[in-house]
């Protein structure tokens, strides 16, 4: 083992009941470098990343850690007395409380604070790396970039070896980037071990110095930056080596469809930050968006329903003009949605798995219309049998359903209001194999019928098997679309990586 | 089979605790005095023959209160908080209800004219203790703050300052009985709410909406559900049960007296939707469980006076109560006990295992 | 280059500084025009005076209750504790207590109430509205079981120390006789400032105080940053309880007699006064100046309601509820626009004023 090793993972695994969310990983991480952790949804970096701060316990391997030895890691204050820390996505500080009293607060026992000694000591280190923040300012008056890099100050004071920024850039803009990037390049030429987890393939090749990629929650392997081109990286990630491609195209009806889509989009925008796009369906057509997480799929879609407010463009539905600017009115126009976030958005944990398929079409009838008793019995037992949803009996409450099962029946939910635009935002997340491709089926069939439907996924593969057409973001922005024979999975890495080799 | 037995007992489950505690309160007081519960059949005042006792006492006495829950359940499911501005809400109903009457004779138009008014304001003022909680997303406790302190203050200023009288049978008749019939008229007036609120789970949507958007505040948007209508619409519902109350115990004593009306009301009704079983972070709800809940306050009420506890100290017993129920209920306690449950059964396994 | 520059900006208000500039200009306003308009007492130091002596207790039980809203807390059990305090030092030393004690009994109920709630809402994660409620209906039933009776004090020595007041002759007036007559203070608001001080500084400058904000500002984050959120809820609790109690015997000095409608409306009078004095609902701003400002505001409203010929009883807690609702419709307008600098911008420019002043140090 080299001497600048700081942190070493040997053999973790970690099993979540029903998954097995860990196998066999390893994680090194040298002094002075910037680590980048890699791989898509249910890769496993995020646990990877929880078990390494304290929030969940392994359950096998061992983590070797400089100076320390061998440690077991069981709460974030263990980890943070270790030397480790992370600064999460979210800001984790206190907006209320000024930049200093964020950089010390918690951290010392003594009855009386000297605030003057804290603020001093605080400008000195603020300065000392660059970063644009005073100590005696609030901290929810710095921009979100500042507010990280004085989560970022408090972890360098206190001595941290090993310092976790996971996602840290989805919300900043391309100075803020730039700026943190510079801190970033600063701590690792002080000898600290960064560990860098992003989705943005750029942002990775621009700081980092060696790349650890994880799928389906093993280590597919550690790469030098410079030897692995991007092209290869996303490969690695979606899971394919780029020589072994078996091109899956279908035989598509090739022909140009010249009919008026089904809903086609001009200039749309969101205020989650979608960059305006152009966007059309046809009847009968699944078409998909693919991109790697926070490249604006999931944003194009909530704004194409209207989950998110719309701040711009124009809405033809079978050639009229309509607008949409809540879920309801999209529902009115025969659009349905399928989340992504299946527990947050998607069910409503404590009703019967009946109420959760009828809630939509409920929903369209209107308040004084509701369905009785029996027509619901009637439209969940049918839902039931025809997606083969595994449920005690239709009173079941949805919460005590399996994943792929809860995502059944929300699909039930929206099939049940007969739409002719079905929009499914990561639908197999999540679920077992199965059900996956069961899923896959039901939208090809479908689209048989007549029924457009937009598809996305994280997996590549199931995306070129579901989608005719495929629409590719990068940074929230479309940078291309990909159709016939250009559906190969070659064709996409390399649009999704983008430009660079 | 068995399972489908077992949902079907599940759906009731929630009324164990109110039906557990009213079955206690009955046990203790037969154990105490065994006549309390005895029905006798009097010739009142005006002639008339009706029932009394205990039994019909409870009955009678918690017709605000169970009509309060019924809308305070609603409200709690669909915000996740609670109204505490009931009872001055009652309290400005019942004032603008005298306020109509006692601009001219009382005749059956006449109330029924002070009806609908006093509804109509309750309503506004619903519809203000929604708005800041729905529009201005303030919690539902704090937004009811401005009219919990100065509801009572208005409805004072809406009769100008006296405690106005409103003599009439037909008001007796509201607030007590109607010749000829042996139920006090309050227990009639809950049935009419009940079957009024019934129908209206009936005829429309409400109950799958407000479970939907108190379970699940961004699911509900994203399936069309109008969230902040639907609270609206909650505490303007409530709104018409305070009025409905009001009316009533405007009509008990033939008069209003905005400090002492439903005094204190608002505490009984919380607690009531919380012995019902509900959430009181909102979600699923029963309104039976609520109803139930608040006949087994009055009936504690009842026992306590029955014990010669004076009146005023009545609130002290009542606190320990919810402190226990709160305490019983709470999520860390349930955890903790669960988790004794599971060492004894697993230790019993263990026991087993070993023979 | 761009660190210099960046260092010479100008520090933008806390959220905690802005609401208490508002509250402040807003009461200097209102007691301006009181001055301007009807002049008379509201020219008289006395009048300031009469404001905190009609008022200490509010103040000491609005100082809890500061600290437990800044912890994203409430506690309405104040004013039933208050009540009960009264009561129970009155009986205890129209029975042959010392005042002593009676001061023990007082700090011992507070710090019960304080103990217990705190354990059931921090340790047991019950909803503090619920558990304070109960609270405050136990206190309130216990004070009856005290004594149904109005009570009145019979202890000389506490009659002598309600009696004793501190004057000053500096802010007095001459009466139409000439007489000078000094502006007259009671112990209680000397007790009752000390606790804003207390409070202040507990606040300002202690690792608690801080960790009370820090909770309040973001529980999931003071926990992450190391504060033992369930330890410090508990505290805030235990603080409030105490200072109710405290409350009570300030109460009792002032009145001097007990009853079981003492300091009816405490709770609710002391939380306005705190969101007044820009406290936010939701814990992490506020600041214990702002509710001595909010008390005084709220007072001098009731003063302006009853000078200006609105005589009949009810306005004045119509104006208070008006008055608390404008100002929780504001809170929610300055929270809605909390980080996204849209609050800066809904200023006038004279209310940033104050903080330019003090940039130019940095």
């Known amino acids: 083992m080299q001497n600048d090793v700081v942190l070493s993972m040997r053999g973790i695994g970690k099993v979540f009941p029903g998954v097995r969310a860990l196998h066999n990983v390893d994680f090194t991480l040298r002094k002075g470098e910037i680590h980048a952790l890699m791989g898509e949804n249910g890769a496993g970096k995020s646990t990877l990343i929880k078990v390494l701060t304290g929030v969940h316990i392994k359950d096998a391997g061992h983590i070797h850690l400089d100076g320390a030895g061998e440690v077991t890691i069981r709460s974030p204050q263990e980890a943070q007395a270790l030397g480790i820390s992370t600064v999460y996505q979210e800001i984790t500080l206190c907006p209320n409380l000024t930049v200093a009293e964020n950089m010390y607060i918690g951290r010392n026992k003594d009855l009386i604070v000297k605030w003057k000694d804290m603020e001093k000591k605080a400008d000195a280190i603020l300065q000392n790396l660059g970063i644009p923040a005073r100590a005696k300012q609030q901290l929810g008056s710095c921009s979100l970039a500042v507010q990280q890099m004085v989560a970022i100050a408090r972890a360098v004071d206190m001595e941290c070896k090993v310092l976790i920024l996971d996602e840290p850039t989805s919300s900043l803009d391309d100075k803020e980037v730039a700026m943190l990037f510079s801190l970033m390049r600063d701590l690792k030429n002080r000898g600290v071990g960064i560990i860098f987890v992003t989705h943005f393939l750029e942002q990775v090749y621009e700081v980092s110095d060696r790349i650890t990629v994880l799928r389906n929650g093993e280590l597919v392997g550690e790469y030098e930056v410079e030897h692995l081109p991007q092209v290869e990286l996303v490969a690695k990630m979606m899971g394919k080596e780029l020589e072994g491609l078996s091109d899956l195209v279908r035989d598509d009806n090739a022909a140009e469809d010249t009919s008026t889509p089904v809903y086609e989009a001009e200039g749309l925008s969101s205020a989650k930050g979608v960059n305006p796009f152009e966007f059309a369906i046809r009847k009968g057509e699944v078409n998909g968006f693919t991109g790697l997480l926070g490249s604006g799929r999931s944003e194009s879609v909530r704004a194409i329903f209207g989950a998110d407010r719309v701040t711009g463009g124009k809405v033809k539905m079978d050639g009229r003009q309509v607008k949409i600017a809540k879920p309801k009115d999209a529902m009115k126009h025969g659009i349905g949605y399928l989340p992504e976030d299946r527990k947050d958005d998607g069910i409503i944990a404590d009703l019967s798995v009946r109420d959760n398929i009828i809630l939509a079409l409920q929903v369209m009838k209107g308040f004084f219309k509701p369905i009785s008793q029996a027509e619901a019995e009637k439209f969940a037992d049918e839902y039931i049998k025809a997606l083969d949803i595994k449920t005690a009996s239709s009173e079941t409450p949805i919460k005590s359903l399996s994943g792929g099962n809860q995502q059944k029946v929300i699909l039930a939910r929206w099939l049940l209001t007969h739409p002719q635009y079905l929009i499914l935002d990561e639908p197999t997340r999540g679920i077992d194999v199965g059900t996956k491709t069961e899923i896959q089926r039901l939208v090809r069939k479908l689209a048989e019928e007549g029924m457009s439907v937009t598809f996305i996924s994280s997996e590549i593969e199931e995306m070129l098997r579901t989608c005719s057409r495929l629409i590719v973001m990068r940074d929230r922005h479309i940078v291309g679309e990909l159709k016939g024979t250009e559906l190969t999975q070659e064709h996409v890495m390399r649009t999704i990586a983008g430009g660079g080799d | 089979m068995a399972t489908n037995k077992k949902l079907k007992w599940s759906k009731y489950s929630q009324l164990i605790v109110p039906v557990l505690s009213i079955v206690l309160i009955v046990i203790f007081n037969l154990f105490r005095d065994p006549s309390f519960f005895s029905i006798e059949i009097t010739t009142n005042n005006a002639g008339s023959t009706v029932l009394t006792g205990n039994l019909v006492s409870i009955l009678n006495g918690a017709s605000e209160l169970a009509i309060l829950a019924m809308g305070m359940t609603l409200v709690t499911a669909a915000c996740g908080g609670q109204d505490i501005s009931v009872g001055a809400l009652a309290a400005i109903a019942g004032s603008v209800f005298v306020k109509v009457l006692r601009a001219g004779e009382i005749t059956p138009v006449t109330i029924a004219l002070g009806i609908v008014a006093c509804c109509a304001v309750a309503m506004v003022f619903g519809a203000f203790n929604g708005t800041l909680v729905s529009v201005f997303k303030i919690q539902p406790m704090i937004a009811t703050l401005v009219l919990f302190t100065c509801g009572r203050s208005v409805a004072y200023w809406i009769n100008g300052g006296a405690t106005p009288t409103v003599e009439s049978p037909l008001i007796t008749a509201i607030g007590s009985f109607i010749p000829g019939m042996p139920v006090p008229t309050p227990i009639l007036i809950v049935v009419l709410m009940a079957i009024l609120i019934g129908l209206l789970f009936k005829f429309t949507t409400l109950g799958l909406y407000t479970q939907t958007v108190g379970i699940n505040q961004r699911a509900a948007r994203l399936n069309g559900i109008n969230t902040t209508g639907i609270k609206l619409v909650s505490f303007m519902i409530l709104g018409v049960c305070c009025a409905v109350a009001g009316v009533i115990a405007v009509s008990r004593l033939s008069l209003i007296n905005h400090e002492t009306l439903l005094l204190d009301i608002e505490m009984d009704a919380i607690l009531a939707v919380a012995i019902g079983g509900n959430a009181l972070s909102g979600g699923k709800f029963k309104i039976t469980g609520s109803v139930l809940g608040a006949y087994a306050i009055q009936a504690l009420t009842i026992t306590l006076y029955a014990m010669k506890v004076p009146s005023t100290d009545v609130k002290a017993y009542k606190a320990i109560v919810i402190i226990l129920i709160v305490v019983i209920g709470s999520p860390v306690v349930k955890a903790k006990l669960s988790q004794v449950w599971k060492n004894i059964r697993s230790g019993k396994a263990e026991k087993e295992a070993a023979v | ?362």
């Open chain 3, 1 to 362: 280059m761009k660190l210099n520059k960046s260092l010479k900006r100008r520090e933008p208000l806390t959220d905690t500084q802005l609401l208490l500039t508002i509250t402040i200009c807003i009461f200097f306003g209102m007691y301006f025009l009181a001055m301007a308009i009807w002049g008379g007492g509201f020219l008289r130091w006395q009048q300031v005076f009469d404001m905190l002596n009609n008022n200490a207790a509010l103040i000491i039980v609005a100082c809890g209750l500061t600290i437990v809203m800044i912890g994203g807390g409430i506690d309405i059990s104040v004013g039933g504790v208050t009540a009960l305090v009264v009561m129970s030092c009155i009986v205890h030393m129209n029975n042959g207590g010392s005042i002593f004690t009676a001061v023990l009994l007082a700090l011992g109920i507070g710090v019960a109430f304080g103990l217990v709630q705190g354990y059931l809402i921090s340790y047991l994660e019950i909803q503090p509205f619920i558990i304070t409620l109960a609270g405050m209906f136990f206190a309130r039933g216990m004070t009856t079981i005290v004594s149904l009776e109005p009570q009145k004090i019979a202890h000389e020595g506490f009659k002598q120390l309600m009696k004793t007041k501190i004057e000053i002759p500096l802010l007095g007036y001459t009466a139409k006789n000439g007489n000078l007559i000094p502006a007259r203070m009671e112990i209680g608001v000397v007790v009752a400032l000390l606790i804003v001080v207390i409070v202040f500084i507990l606040l300002k400058k202690c690792r608690l105080g801080r960790q009370f904000y820090a909770m309040g500002g973001n529980s999931q984050s003071a926990m992450m940053l190391g504060v033992n959120v369930k330890r410090t809820r508990f505290y805030s609790y235990l603080i409030s309880g105490t200072l109710s109690g405290i409350a009570g015997f300030v109460f009792m000095m002032h009145t001097g007699a007990g009853n079981a409608t003492n300091a009816a409306g405490a709770e609710m009078n002391a939380i306005a006064s705190s969101i007044i004095g820009g406290t936010l609902l939701t814990g992490g701003v506020g600041n214990v100046i702002g509710t001595l400002f909010g008390v005084l505001t709220l007072t001098t409203i009731k003063a302006i309601v009853t000078v200006s010929g609105l005589r009949d009883p009810w306005w004045q807690s119509i104006t208070t509820g008006a008055m608390l609702c404008f100002f929780i419709v504001l809170q929610s307008v300055v929270l809605a626009n909390r980080g996204k600098g849209g609050l800066k911008k809904m200023l006038p420019g004279w209310l940033k004023k104050p903080e330019e002043t003090d940039a130019g140090k940095l």
